[in-house]
């Protein structure tokens, strides 16, 4: 039985493991947003998340899945060049832009990955995907890309 079991997980650890723990924490569960608070002697810190076991069915496309209805990779490097390209200096681009930044980074590095190590094409794909993850949902605990590729095919099968 595939039954999605949502539970809350507190944490009593030294405040230096806090990422370590988080970082566990969002690994082994469908993890929402980490609550840290010291514990009363000031020493500890207290973390507290709610989980998910069992993501819901569909919730992290598949690369496949999420790029179906993606333009090539040439257009979507043009589209982006020419977005930041027609901006003014220090201008705020909407979400679509550092959305499909993020989708088109993190296809490259997916044929980068293909070839070998992680290189710098994962580490960007990553870096542009924690900048969408902050400015949707802060504090959120996900694969930043697993993230992107979710809201891109939501942002695809609606445009």
């Known amino acids: 039985m595939n039954r999605s079991a949502v539970f809350e997980i507190r944490v009593i650890c030294d405040p230096a493991d806090t990422d370590r723990v988080t970082a566990a924490l969002s690994g082994a569960f469908a993890a929402g947003g980490v609550r840290q608070y010291l514990t009363r002697d000031g020493k500890r810190c207290r973390l507290y998340v709610t989980a998910d076991h069992f993501p819901a069915p569909g919730l992290w496309p598949s690369p496949d899945e999420a790029y179906a209805l993606a333009p090539s990779i040439i257009s979507e490097i043009g589209w982006t060049s020419h977005t930041v390209a027609a901006a003014t200096c220090f201008t705020e681009l909407e979400r ?34 924690v900048y969408l993850l902050d400015m949707d949902q802060p504090g959120v605990i996900c694969d930043p890309r697993a993230y992107v590729r979710q809201q891109y095919a939501h942002w695809a099968t609606h445009h």
């Open 96 to 129: 679509d832009y550092y959305l499909r930044k993020a989708a088109l980074l993190d296809r490259i590095a997916l044929l980068d990955e293909h070839d070998g190590p992680h290189g710098d094409a994962t580490e960007t794909a990553e870096a542009a995907a």
